[in-house]
């Protein structure tokens, strides 16, 4: 539709159309088997609310969304169609691994190849928007939404935002195949005070905009469609209230004039924030703060009018939310063809499509971080006839997906023991659950009751230690209930469950050979099983192709690609931890335990496994770092060399990563930050120049005035394996 023509189509709305294209409907108000993503309950909804409705929330399949629809725009007094928007974070239903281990791959263009997939999938199923990318910022495990980022680094988080932005949504939404995209959390959600989801964030104002806010930017820059409110409050104000948030930092500094669409129900929360005395003050607040679209809760659908007759609230305020809705419909192509690529026929074929399932298992084993391999026991050589015993809960589970997918139960996820089945038929293996995932009585959200029995229990243990008594490696394949991260699910203890821990110890007592695998969404206290055992690989919640994936890296055929992108830790109460951190007056020498240092005294002060570790089958050599002036101008980067070889017998791929510090400024700088990093594949013995670029404007801060500045004096640039690295040479700033 001309620009003209979808001016005219505003005039032309009452004001309960306006307004109705403002709210967004859960689907589940609709239709019995919509995904249900919060808790809102109060769905009454009379004929004409329904008829003027401008979205809705969770309903995907191509026929569904098509007879929706036809309903949708057969009620709309101008034959409006409604926007369908769901939430796809790591894939349709072809799943990839959980954003923090695509985070992990490093790979950017991964995530991005990854989200193309997704909108191809989702485009078929009928959808137009996903609730995707999270570019929030977490340096605390304790939040279970960890699962949904990138990680710790605005750097890594940034790029991977962008990526997302990029893979969904092509050069042009309006194309077949392509999502518009909307990330979240607006802002800060992932700094809640203790970890505690929906807990109020403070942060000073250098913290957000260094650390937390670049990420979405770049994901706005990207071209993103739709930014989401976050739940939190910010420095005393609740994001979806938040005037000079959204109005002077997302519309006016960022540049952002798409829909910004609320958090679940988070204008409704308004008066549980106890900002709003009522709805009416709810809508209120939220339609000044910018907020376009509220999802779920209807105070916009039940008091907009009011408060417009009243003149509480300008027209003008209603009339820019509207038009942005409506260009957003526009610039899908909606207006033209309501369905966009709602196709039955080709949901079938590209759907869990073997292209889509291959690129799933090569996201998932460039995700997979091996912390430990001692003896270089893994890969297996299980071709020697060698026996094999896998056990644990996650020896054969198809829940392996994470808590933000929801795969159809046909979907075909390949466990372990399918994926080593598949791939060595010949070996001798054998599989055994050894343990229930939990003891306790956890809080499940899908409503599911864990049954516990004693005497099974005793009964999957004894077998597993009998099984690991015969066997010459054992596999073990332990983690967190893949509930026990995602949406409200924080958690104080940072460990895989006691009943799963206790296998580990009864199994270790009689084999040990072992290998652990770890399940998770977030970082874990690893310390005893990496004690216990002679490799340890975080393989997070790979997805679809989870066993085969597993089985690519465990037989040797594939190296396990991934880097931590969040430091792990000896012990929760370290939380929040991250490399990145400000120095302080007195700091302790590598986190040692001191008195009078920062730190603590019954704990070094540090990660157990730190922010960009982890390691392949073979080993790198770093050369010192050669830089080609010592003086960084404005104008003229500095190049820094660095020789790296494979110094070890088989190819492999390495991560190089460059880090940055500025070593005197006016304020307090982070002890160093991720610049840049570049995946280098060598033969064994061959070595590679890494060049990186230096430019002043990456040592860019926010002063004691909050202008965005360098300043002169000493530098360091760190060349190296992850955020530890001491590979260093200095440089001036001019
Ligand atoms: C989550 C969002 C999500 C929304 C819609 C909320 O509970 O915080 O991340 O996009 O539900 O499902």
Not at 121 to 130: D, K, N, S, Y
Not at 232 to 259: T, W
């Amino acid at each position: 539709m001309r620009e003209s023509e979808l001016r005219n189509l505003l005039d032309d709305l009452s004001v309960e159309e306006k307004v109705g294209q403002l709210f967004q409907l859960s689907g589940s108000f609709l239709v019995d088997n919509a995904v249900i993503t919060g808790s809102w309950d109060n769905q009454e909804l009379s004929e004409q609310e329904l008829a003027v409705t401008g979205s809705v929330l969770s309903i995907s399949g191509a026929g569904e969304i098509k007879r929706i629809q036809e309903e949708c725009m057969s009620r709309q007094p101008h034959h409006i169609p409604a926007l369908f928007m769901l939430d796809i974070i790591n894939g349709y239903h072809t799943i990839f691994p959980i954003s923090l281990a695509q985070g992990a791959t490093f790979e950017p263009e991964l995530a991005q190849r990854g989200a193309e997939i997704a909108a191809k999938e989702g485009a078929a199923a009928g959808l137009h928007v996903t609730f995707s990318p999270m570019a929030d910022l977490v340096r605390d495990a304790r939040w279970g939404r960890v699962m949904e980022s990138t990680g710790e680094d605005p750097y890594l988080n940034s790029c991977f935002s962008a990526a997302m932005v990029r893979g969904y949504q092509g050069n042009d939404v309006r194309e077949k195949g392509r999502l518009a995209a909307c990330v979240k959390h607006f802002a800060g959600y992932g700094a809640p005070e203790g970890g505690r989801d929906y807990d109020n964030v403070e942060l000073s104002e250098r913290t957000l905009r260094e650390a937390y806010l670049p990420a979405y930017e770049a994901a706005i820059k990207a071209g993103a469609k739709l930014v989401m409110t976050s739940f939190n409050s910010l420095n005393g104000i609740p994001a979806s209230a938040n005037k000079k948030l959204m109005r002077n930092v997302l519309r006016q500094e960022m540049n952002f004039d798409g829909v910004l669409i609320s958090d679940y129900d988070a204008v409704g929360e308004l008066l549980n924030h106890g900002i709003a005395e009522d709805g009416k003050a709810a809508a209120k607040l939220a339609i000044e703060a910018g907020v376009d679209i509220e999802m779920v809760s209807q105070h916009y659908l039940r008091h907009m009018s009011e408060l417009m007759e009243r003149g509480e609230v300008p027209v003008e305020l209603l009339d820019q939310a509207v038009w942005r809705v409506l260009k957003l419909k526009n610039s899908l192509g909606l207006f033209e063809n309501p369905y966009k690529d709602a196709d039955e026929e080709a949901e079938k074929q590209i759907v869990l499509c073997r292209e889509h399932r291959e690129m799933a298992r090569e996201t998932a084993r460039k995700s997979f971080v091996l912390l430990e391999n001692k003896e270089e026991i893994l890969p297996l050589r299980a071709e020697t006839g060698k026996k094999i015993a896998f056990i644990g809960p996650y020896a054969d589970s198809q829940e392996i997906c994470g808590s933000w997918s929801f795969p159809p139960k046909d979907s075909g996820v390949v466990s372990i023991k399918k994926g080593m089945m598949e791939k060595n038929p010949a070996a001798a293996m054998c599989f055994h659950e050894g343990c229930y995932i939990l003891r306790q009585d956890w809080c499940l959200k899908n409503g599911e009751q864990l049954v516990f029995n004693e005497d099974k229990a005793k009964h999957l243990m004894a077998e597993a230690v009998n099984a690991a008594r015969g066997a010459d490696t054992v596999v073990l394949c332990l983690g967190e209930h893949y509930q026990q991260s995602g949406e409200g699910a924080s958690r104080t203890v940072l460990q895989i469950p006691e009943e799963q821990k206790k296998l580990l110890r009864e199994v270790t007592k009689v084999n040990s050979n072992i290998v652990t695998l770890v399940f998770t969404g977030r970082p874990l206290e690893l310390e005893e099983e990496a004690n216990l055992s002679k490799a340890v690989m975080i393989v997070w919640f790979p997805g679809t192709e989870s066993g085969g994936a597993i089985a690519d890296v465990l037989l040797g055929e594939k190296e396990p690609g991934g880097r931590l992108p969040m430091s792990f830790p000896y012990r929760a109460a370290q939380m929040p931890l991250y490399y990145n951190r400000f120095r302080t007056g007195r700091p302790s020498e590598d986190g040692a335990i001191g008195s009078f240092r920062t730190g603590y005294v019954d704990q070094v002060d540090k990660a157990l496994y730190p922010f960009g570790s982890g390691i392949g089958y073979t080993r790198f050599q770093y050369g010192s770092i050669w830089i080609t002036r010592q003086v960084l101008t404005g104008g003229q980067p500095i190049l820094a060399f660095c020789m790296v070889t494979n110094v070890g017998k088989r190819a492999g791929t390495e991560t190089v990563q460059l880090y940055l510090a500025d070593l005197h400024a006016s304020v307090i700088r982070p002890v160093r930050q991720l610049r840049g990093f570049q995946k280098i594949t060598l033969a064994p013995g061959e070595s590679c120049e890494v060049v990186f670029e230096i430019r002043e404007e990456m040592l860019r801060f926010w002063d004691s005035e909050m202008n965005y500045v360098s300043e002169p004096g000493q530098c360091m640039v760190f060349i190296g394996h992850d955020s530890t690295a001491e590979n260093s040479a200095q440089f001036v700033l001019e």
